[in-house]
Every structure is written in C-alpha cells, then in structure tokens.
C-alpha cells in the first residue's frame, strides 16, 4: 500500500503509483457497492461518482479538484452505511495522496 505523495513511478512504469492505488480503492468500493444487499436512497449517486472516480484514474492524469468533488458526493451518499466504511477510508485515503486542498495547480 501507497503511503507517501513524495513516492514516484516505479522505472519502466508509466503508471503514476497515486493513480494505481485510487484505481484499486475505487474498484473494491464499487464490488463492495455492488454485493451490498440494502438499498439506500442515495446509492445510484454513489455509483455515479464512483464510476466518475474509475474514469479519471483509468485517465491517468485526474484533477484533483474533480477527485476531491467526487469523493464528497460518495461520502455523502454512502456515508452512513457502516458495512461500507472501510472501502470508503480507503478511497479517502487513495485521493489524498494527491496532496492536501488548496495545493493542485489553478
């Protein structure tokens, strides 16, 4: 696992290790989405977002505002249901290695 925002690609990858480890926290969110047995009202913005999340990893280039607006919405959506915490921590934690607010580029 990913810790610090300071860790490059790896030489030979073009595959920023950032990106792999929000396109993996994202995919695992979205099978845990997906096998939860309860609906919730606001679960299809949550599978919207997360597919918007998938899309911008699989970029390769996300921006970050769009990632943190992302993350917002799902949390919102998805935020109380406790069988879900988890995999949402990890998506927490997966767009803040692309550095705390107010950093991106303008």
């Known amino acids: 696992m990913l810790r610090s925002v300071e860790q490059r690609r790896v030489a030979g990858s073009e595959e920023d290790p950032r990106v792999a480890e929000l396109s993996t926290a994202v995919s695992r969110l979205r099978r845990e989405l997906a096998a939860h047995p309860v609906e919730f009202p606001d679960r299809g ?3 919207e977002e997360l597919a918007a999340l998938a899309a911008m990893a699989l970029s390769g280039a ?3 505002r769009r990632l943190r607006r992302s993350l917002l919405l799902v949390a919102g959506a998805i935020g109380s249901v406790s069988a879900l915490a ?3 921590g990890a998506v927490r934690g997966a767009v803040g290695l692309f550095g705390p607010p107010g950093l991106e580029q303008r």
């Open 86 to 88: 988890a995999g949402l």
């Open 62 to 64: 996300p921006e970050v």
């Open 45 to 47: 913005i949550a599978e």
